[in-house]
């Protein structure tokens, strides 16, 4: 099979990773298709199985690590596992799309680890922890105790930062837009 590229944006939860990600698929000439990936945790709000996530329950997910059929995963917070399918991938590529994986910085990192060639690896920075929090507590969608524990695990993943082949700082969003798509352009027509 043919491999596309692959093209990894990793950041701490309520960074604006996901409104770059979405800008990214929207230019048609990247031709990309987004990783839908697996997790255990609950759906929130209107998310669509099969479109944001495939929701399955803890118990399935440690079924399918113990079948070796992920790309990579993590429980990236406790008792909740995300992680990407190597057949979503295939399929992908199949398809003869670039991917792009909105994941965690660990999972991101691998999967620069395994595909070096076919990966850009993109890390994007909140502009600082206590915006972070401000985001977060404006999106409305969780708890207090799970908006701290977000927070409290983006200082960790800040110090990843340096390991990712560029760094976009998303503190002016049209900006940020802009260097990521001319990131992803660059990448994608070498
Ligand atoms: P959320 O619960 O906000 O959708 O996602 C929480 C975190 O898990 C985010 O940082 C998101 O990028 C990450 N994530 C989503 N899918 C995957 C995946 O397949 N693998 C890994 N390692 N992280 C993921």
Same mark, same amino acid.
């Given at each position: 099979?043919?491999?596309?590229?692959?093209?990894?944006?990793?950041?701490?939860?309520?960074?604006?990773?996901?409104?770059?990600?979405?800008?990214?698929?929207?230019?048609?000439?990247?031709?990309?298709?987004?990783?839908?990936?697996?997790?255990?945790?609950?759906?929130?709000?209107?998310?669509?199985?099969?479109?944001?996530?495939?929701?399955?329950?803890?118990?399935?997910?440690?079924?399918?690590?113990?079948?070796?059929?992920?790309?990579?995963?993590?429980?990236?917070?406790?008792?909740?596992?995300?992680?990407?399918?190597?057949?979503?991938?295939?399929?992908?590529?199949?398809?003869?799309?670039?991917?792009?994986?909105?994941?965690?910085?660990?999972?991101?990192?691998?999967?620069?680890?395994?595909?070096?060639?076919?990966?850009?690896?993109?890390?994007?920075?909140?502009?600082?922890? %206590?915006? &972070?929090?401000?985001? $977060?507590?404006?999106?409305? *969608?969780?708890?207090? !105790?799970? @908006? /701290?524990?977000?927070?409290?695990?983006?200082?960790?993943?800040?110090?990843?930062?340096?390991?990712?082949?560029?760094?976009?700082?998303? %503190?002016? &969003?049209?900006?940020? $837009?802009?260097?990521?798509? *001319?990131?992803?352009? !660059?990448? @994608? /027509?070498?």
């Amino acid at each position: 099979m043919k491999k596309g590229k692959l093209l990894v944006f990793s950041a701490p939860s309520g960074s604006g990773k996901t409104t770059i990600v979405k800008h990214l698929l929207a230019q048609p000439e990247l031709n990309l298709a987004f990783s839908v990936s697996v997790t255990s945790r609950d759906k929130r709000g209107d998310e669509v199985d099969g479109k944001d996530y495939y929701f399955i329950s803890a118990r399935e997910f440690k079924d399918k690590i113990k079948a070796d059929k992920f790309l990579e995963w993590e429980e990236v917070y406790r008792d909740n596992f995300y992680g990407t399918l190597k057949t979503e991938v295939e399929r992908l590529w199949a398809e003869g799309k670039n991917v792009i994986f909105d994941i965690d910085v660990v999972g991101g990192l691998r999967i620069k680890k395994k595909f070096p060639k076919e990966t850009l690896s993109v890390f994007v920075k909140p502009p600082s922890v %206590d915006e &972070l929090k401000r985001r $977060l507590k404006k999106r409305q *969608t969780e708890s207090e !105790d799970k @908006i /701290n524990m977000r927070v409290a695990k983006a200082s960790i993943e800040m110090a990843t930062a340096p390991q990712f082949d560029y760094i976009i700082t998303n %503190d002016h &969003l049209e900006t940020a $837009l802009e260097d990521a798509v *001319t990131l992803a352009t !660059d990448f @994608i /027509n070498v």
